[in-house]
């Protein structure tokens, strides 16, 4: 049996580790404007899958978040503007992984 992380690197370099899976954990992590929303889906959100699926998605916006580069990336994806071609992500991928 061989160790392996619980989770996979996120692609990003922002931290992806301590932020813990808890109400606290997650508000103290989102920025401001979003933290109300998470507060009112998770106090009215029911006991079971449905608060499940409301702290696993508010979790990941939290890890997110700490990515001080997104929300350009975002804009600018969203935007057209500095794309590049899927096959130059590969090629840096391929790159990054010692494959050429």
Do not use: C, Y
């Not at 997650?26 to 499940?52: C, H, N, W, Y």
């Amino acid at each position: 049996m061989s160790a392996e992380p619980l989770e996979p690197p996120l692609p990003f370099s922002g931290p992806t580790h301590g932020i813990p899976r808890t109400i606290k954990g997650i508000s103290e992590r989102l920025p401001e404007e979003k933290r109300a929303l998470f507060i009112e889906q998770v106090t009215t959100a029911e006991f079971g899958a449905d608060l499940d699926e409301v702290m696993l998605v508010w979790w990941g916006q939290a890890v997110l978040s700490q990515d001080p580069g997104r929300e350009k990336r975002l804009a600018d994806a969203r935007a057209g503007r500095n794309l590049v071609p899927l096959s130059e992500v590969q090629r840096r991928l391929e790159r990054h992984d010692g494959v050429e």
